[in-house]
């Protein structure tokens, strides 16, 4: 049986794509996107700074505890929290600080 999926930009400050939540997802890290599926709505906070450790949250919550969800980040670089633009290896010359690795 096919369920609907819900789809998350990968740096939206939400549930569904933070480090700590631990609801039913899928990271799509090439696309910098997480997917929860419609009918797993909620998922328990493990922030270990968090008042909601323990607590089940909607993925579509949000809370100031919130890092990027390391699937997602993937294994590359990049900041945990989602302030920044992500550079990517054609973006060489646009004056912004580059990883190591992709120099």
């Known amino acids: 049986m096919l369920y609907e999926m819900r789809d998350f930009q990968g740096c939206s400050r939400c549930c569904a794509t933070c480090q700590w939540w631990e609801g039913e997802r899928i990271a799509d890290a090439a696309h910098g996107r997480v997917e929860t599926p419609r009918h797993a709505?909620?998922?328990?906070?493990?922030s270990p700074a968090?008042?909601?450790?323990?607590?089940?949250?909607?993925?579509?919550?949000?809370?100031?505890?919130?890092?990027?969800?390391?699937?997602?980040r993937g294994a590359r670089y990049g900041p945990r929290h989602c302030g920044l633009v992500m550079l990517g290896p054609d973006m060489r010359d646009s004056g912004y600080p580059i990883p190591p690795r992709l120099r």
């Open 41 to 46: 709505g909620m998922g328990f906070c493990r």
């Open 50 to 72: 968090s008042w909601w450790i323990g607590r089940a949250k909607q993925g579509e919550s949000r809370c100031c505890f919130w890092e990027q969800w390391e699937l997602v």
